[in-house]
């Protein structure tokens, strides 16, 4: 497996990849994909099995501290000087999860940032994802003012 940064080339590949991982009230539609791979294609963090996309960590990097749904449709939030990376989406499809690929991507971003010398990351999950985010040093902060997809959303920051 390769983990590599993306291309406009992989849009058909990414919108796949988020529709099979979640739900389409939840899901990035392809035009949000192609417009966020316009501005940040270096913040899509692709996992590839020989030719087929396994997975992928997405986002945005800001100065403002907190997730907001705003910034998952408009793209120009994105900021390359920012101090935070937002992510937006931790996809794997079914026949990869359990296999450590979201992890081996995860870890890949943290390690990053780190190197960029970013303040940390932020996310939002469900709460049943909590304890997975908790693996990786990422704290709750409860719940996110986000209603996304109308979900319950709970905010979970990692401070370097």
């Not at 988020?18 to 035009?31: K, Q, T, V």
């Not at 450590?100 to 970013?118: F, K, M, S, Y």
Request: proline share 4%.
């Amino acid at each position: 497996m390769t983990i590599r940064t993306a291309s406009l080339h992989d849009l058909d590949a990414i919108s796949q990849v988020e529709s099979l991982c979640f739900p389409p009230a939840e899901a990035a539609d392809r035009a949000s994909i192609q417009r966020r791979l316009s501005v940040y294609p270096d913040r899509f963090w692709l996992l590839w099995e020989g030719e087929s996309l396994a997975g992928f960590v997405n986002g945005m990097l800001t100065q403002s501290p907190d997730l907001t749904d705003e910034m998952y449709e408009d793209a120009g939030l994105h900021d390359p000087q920012g101090d935070w990376q937002m992510i937006f989406g931790v996809d794997t499809i079914p026949a990869f999860r359990r296999q450590g690929c979201a992890q081996r991507v995860l870890n890949r971003v943290i390690q990053q940032c780190r190197e960029e010398n970013r303040k940390g990351l932020v996310l939002t999950c469900k709460e049943h994802l909590l304890h997975y985010y908790a693996k990786f040093g990422f704290q709750n902060e409860g719940i996110s003012a986000s209603v996304h997809g109308n979900v319950r959303w709970y905010q979970m920051r990692l401070t370097f």
